[in-house]
Nanobody, 115 residues
Framework: VQLQASGGGLVQTGGSLRLSCSAS????????RAWYRQAPGKERELVAR???????DYADSVKGRFTISRDNAENTVWLQMKMLKPEDTAVYYC??????????WGQGTQVTVSS
């Protein structure tokens, strides 16, 4: 599976961005699609995930502000980010799990929120 992320950029506090992650290759048997982020000096953390069947989970810090969604073919996952804060500044990575163990990561996309 190859993942291509896009949509990052520079935005002011309170602004919005939408990240996209397109999957190609063998995209059957995908069980989880997710977005992670990593800020400088911090560990990578889960931001949001969408599980086969459509249920979603969010980090407490983004609940009510971020929304993860996907197209029916599983080709693309989006992360709509609203009311952005400086603490949302990070490199955002898209992630796919196939089955129970196979994991794939996209290249990161930088999100910078200025105060």
């Amino acid at each position: 599976v190859q993942l291509q992320a896009s949509g990052g950029g520079l935005v002011q506090t309170g602004g919005s961005l939408r990240l996209s992650c397109s999957a190609s290759g063998s995209i059957t048997s995908i069980t989880i699609r997710a977005w992670y982020r990593q800020a400088p000096g911090k560990e990578r953390e889960l931001v949001a995930r969408i599980i086969r069947g459509g249920s979603t989970d969010y980090a407490d810090s983004v609940k009510g502000r971020f929304t993860i969604s996907r197209d029916n073919a599983e080709n693309t996952v989006w992360l709509q980010m609203k009311m952005l804060k400086p603490e949302d500044t990070a490199v955002y990575y898209c992630y796919v799990r196939k089955g129970l163990r196979a994991e794939f990561w996209g290249q990161g996309t930088q999100v910078t929120v200025s105060s």
